[in-house]
């Protein structure tokens, strides 16, 4: 058996609403009293309670083999000071317990916004290469425990990302 592993580029698009509209949306500051409408995230948080928390992450760099997606919610991410990441992401199907590895697509996110995933969508990161990065990240309380599905392509492909 071939202990050998690809590491497969892929490349980052800057992140607009257009190119992310498949995988969730991306949310750009607005004014203050803006009315609700479609440039605002759609939040599904329905199925429990939501936690709204900052999470450190230190020394991410920019390549993975696992991809993990949530059913039962939407997510939020954003970065705090401003500061640019990375995601690699795949379109849910829920038809599928894995993702379809011809669909993966990788952005890089500047500072100024947050993203939404939707319900189902694959996600790797947030990548970076910054020492630390904090981010916000809007969930449900248990979403890590019991709504947490990872796919390892070390695994089933032999195969490593790296976002470029």
């Not at 309380?141 to 709504?147: A, E, G, Q």
Request: aromatic residues 12%; hydrophobic residues 35%; charged residues 20%.
């Amino acid at each position: 058996m071939s202990t050998s592993q690809t590491v497969q580029q892929l490349q980052a698009e800057l992140i607009t609403p257009e190119n992310f509209q498949r995988y969730g949306q991306v949310i750009f500051p607005s004014s203050d009293g803006k009315a609700f409408d479609g440039e605002d995230a759609e939040l599904n948080l329905q199925n429990g309670t939501p936690r709204f928390y900052i999470m450190r992450l230190d020394s991410r760099g920019r390549k993975f083999h696992k991809i993990t997606r949530h059913v039962q919610c939407t997510q939020c991410l954003g970065s705090l000071s401003g500061k640019d990441w990375f995601i690699a992401v795949c379109p849910p199907h829920n038809e599928l317990n894995e993702p379809v590895l011809e669909e993966m697509a990788a952005f890089r996110i500047p500072g100024d916004c947050f993203i939404k995933l939707n319900v189902g969508t694959w996600h790797a990161g947030p990548y970076f290469d910054h020492e630390f990065v904090d981010f916000y990240n809007l969930e449900l309380s248990d979403t890590n425990v019991v709504d947490h599905f990872t796919h390892d392509f070390l695994k089933s492909h032999r195969l490593t990302f790296e976002m470029v």
